[in-house]
């Protein structure tokens, strides 16, 4: 589920969701500022920053399709709290292995399979050095340049002269290489040929369930149909309704703080 809360900015006194870690490689803030402000200027109060962020993400996916892939459920209400810590203990690591990603999901309503499928999201985009470093140097020995022997050799010599150093926090590389820029399945591909950048993307290997649901979804047709079940499904967790939350006037700022400014 989406409240929006990741949209808040960070005042003096609390540092919020989009300032955590995990949210660093966020984007795309004034893309929904712009969409608010169209909005508000036509109906006031109305369409919530939360429904928005749905709607931008059915939307993004959508685009290279022509078409919706999925109907988004409206009338969510947006969060009147943003707290970085939460973000760090809510959403999960590049570095868990299965029993935490499982253990993550479950607590959110979502079964293996959802993890699985939800993970595919990693077809776009691009990770940051510094959160697979470990994978690249001195993984079996602090002594030797070893990378995790679950890694395509080929994969990791690259990665290791991409990257330099395990804390390179300033490069990125493609999540899904040779289809970093498409959303397709091409992600699953990769994952059975152990070209999957994040330990927690190499960890879904590991589960015999999971590992059959990812020689599945190589078919493109299947992964898209799958992934709007479990996108949406996703999008019903923790949705606030009816007097619960706010329709944020700005969706930086909640209502009480951006009334008194």
Known sequence: GCDASVLIDSTAGSSA???????????????????????EAVCPGVVSCADIV??????????????????VQLGRRDGVVSLASEARSNLPAPS???????????????????????????????????????????????????????????YAA??????????NNATTVPMDPGSAARFDAHYFVNLKLGRGLFASDA??????HAA?????????DYFL?????????????GVLTGDEGEIRKNCRVINGKWLIN
């Open 212 to 220: 059959a649901l990812i020689h599945d979804l190589t078919g493109q």
């Open 54 to 71: 749905a709607l931008a993400a059915r939307d993004a996916v959508s685009f290279q399709f022509g078409r919706d892939l999925w109907d």
């Open 158 to 167: 690259q990665l290791r002269a991409t990257c330099g150093s395990a804390s």
């Open 203 to 208: 960890a879904l290997l590991t589960d015999r």
């Open 17 to 39: 969701e989009k300032d955590a870690a995990p949210n660093s490689s966020l984007g795309g803030y004034d893309v929904i500022d712009t969409v608010k402000a169209v909005l």
């Open 96 to 154: 868990d292995n299965f029993t935490a990603l499982q253990a993550n999901f479950a607590g959110k309503g979502l079964d293996v399979k959802d993890l699985v499928i939800l993970s595919g999201a990693h077809t776009i985009g691009v990770g940051h050095c510094n959160l697979f470093g470990a994978r690249l140097f001195n993984f079996t020995s602090a002594a030797a340049p070893s990378a995790d022997p679950t890694l395509n050799a080929a």
């Open 225 to 237: 149909q799958e992934f709007k079940n479990a996108v949406r499904k996703m999008g019903r967790v």
